[in-house]
């Protein structure tokens, strides 16, 4: 989905306006529009499934793509009352105002949808603009969006979305006490100067197609100026005029304040609207994408009543998917390395029983010892090396010859400054008796020698002095 695009819908009692909004040069881009009709079902005021089913038919025709998806409802379908809190923080609010709407609104709050917002503060607490939905109307919303794959993100009154896109002109703001009003044949908005803390009030109302639509504007602004706290100061009035019948020069001399008209393309960058639509519902239904494109208060009838989901179960779906295909992966690793252990298991064993056939050729009488087999090999090989080049006898380490040869290659590594004689040598099959003499301390040099030989170890040995030199008496064995 295009994620810089979001689908607006605005929801009256006989029909809904889908806008593709995006965002242009810091203006609201709309990129496509379309309207069809709701159709009451007999014995219900209000029935929106038919409705949905043709916005999903009339998105898939079109080809539109979006991020997600704003609802607006129409100020006939919810009720708006300005209420006094004796708190000021939203949280707490949030906790009392849905009581404080049932008594005020006359309204059983168990079954109503309730959004608020900030008017003003004060030392007393705050003023509190509170916007009533009946539950019935709002979750046959909900379920019939849902249903065809378009949960609503939020669900907001029209004329906090028609604020939302209306404060953006260049001439409201709070250093000019600017008032906007926006008229069609059926409705009526007026939004106050912004406050220097809270947010502007906004008063709707139903117009009938037959009104005069100048009279109209002229007895609201005068009203609006005598009514509003601080109108007495407002300096201007800007009308946004979707019927094109009033008469901005007679109004104009019919109140004391500056009258001005401006049109949809001070406020929204996209092509001229088709003449069969309401351009006020293009606005309005504008505003509600324009809310999801960017950081902005919202007045959710969804907060309370039926938090939004949607986003929470998608990533829980793609993590149980992830999780899925990792379990996947994982278990076909498994058996794959498992398989590859068993081939390799059963190769070993094959060489294992090769290599016990031939070690018991090469070395017989010998014990196999797997762990041991390797070592005894390259000990033999050694040991037949040795015989090959002279240094030892066939009949190996254990031979006489080798024997003397290792005593020998002992002796020739002690330092020349000693004087050693060997009066005699006693071998035996297991060891070998040396008697004779060193000068002095010379035995010391003689038996160090012989330990640091690789194939001797020193037994018994003693010494003793007599003419000046050392008597020794020593016992050799075979490592």
């Known amino acids: 989905m295009e994620q810089n695009k979001t689908l607006g819908i605005y929801i009256t009692p006989n029909k809904a306006t889908v806008v593709l909004v995006g965002k242009a040069s810091g203006k609201i881009e709309i990129a496509e529009q379309f309207s069809v009709s709701v159709a009451a079902v007999e014995g219900t005021s209000f029935s929106f499934a038919q409705a949905a089913k043709d916005i999903s038919a009339g998105c898939t025709e079109k080809q539109l793509l979006f991020s997600d998806v704003s609802v607006v409802l129409d100020c006939r379908l919810y009720r708006q009352q300005v209420l006094h809190s004796e708190f000021t923080e939203n949280r707490q609010i949030s906790q009392t105002v849905k009581f404080d709407a049932e008594e005020s609104l006359a309204v059983n709050a168990a079954e109503t949808a309730v959004a608020f917002e900030l008017a003003s503060k004060g030392l007393s607490g705050s003023e509190v603009s509170v916007y009533a939905a009946p539950a019935s109307v709002v979750s046959d919303i909900i379920t019939a969006m849902a249903g065809n794959k378009l949960d609503p993100v939020s669900i907001e009154p029209d004329s906090i979305c028609l604020r939302r896109v209306l404060s953006q002109l260049p001439g409201y703001g709070r250093e000019i006490k600017t008032m906007l009003m926006a008229v069609s044949k059926e409705k009526c908005f007026i939004i106050s100067p912004p406050p220097q803390v809270g947010n502007a009030q906004i008063r709707a109302f139903i117009t009938a197609e037959s009104q005069n639509k100048t009279n109209l504007a002229a007895r609201e602004i005068m009203f609006s100026t005598a009514s509003t706290i601080g109108g007495r100061d407002i300096q ?244």
């Open 236 to 479: 201007k009035t800007l009308i946004y005029d979707s019927t094109g019948k009033i008469d901005i020069v007679e109004l104009g001399q019919s109140v004391s304040v500056a009258v001005e008209l401006f049109g949809t393309e001070q406020i929204i960058a996209s092509t001229e609207l088709p003449a069969e639509t309401d351009g006020l519902d293009i606005i309005i239904a504008a505003g509600a994408a324009a809310g999801l494109l960017g950081k902005c208060d919202k007045v959710d009838f969804r907060t309370d009543f039926m938090p939004y989901q949607g986003k929470r179960m998608i990533l829980e779906k793609a993590v149980k998917t992830m999780s899925l295909c990792l379990l996947t992966v994982f278990i076909i690793l498994g058996v794959f390395l498992n398989i590859q252990y068993h081939k390799a298991n059963s190769v070993r064993n094959k060489l294992n029983d090769k290599f016990k056939t031939e070690y018991s050729i090469a070395m017989p009488g010998g014990k196999f010892v797997s762990r041991e087999a390797v070592g005894k090999l390259k000990r033999e090989i050694n040991r037949i090396k040795d015989v090959k080049s002279g240094l030892l006898s066939a009949g190996g380490d254990d031979s006489i010859e080798a024997k003397l040869t290792f005593l020998f290659e002992a002796i020739n590594n002690v330092p020349k400054n000693v004087d050693v004689e060997i009066d005699k040598i006693a071998v035996t099959t297991k060891t070998m008796n040396i008697t004779g003499s060193t000068s002095t301390r010379g035995y010391l040099e003689l038996f160090g020698a012989i330990d640091k030989h690789q194939k001797l170890t020193r037994g018994q040995s003693t010494y003793q002095s007599k003419d000046n030199r050392d008597q020794f008496r020593l016992t050799i064995d075979l490592k």
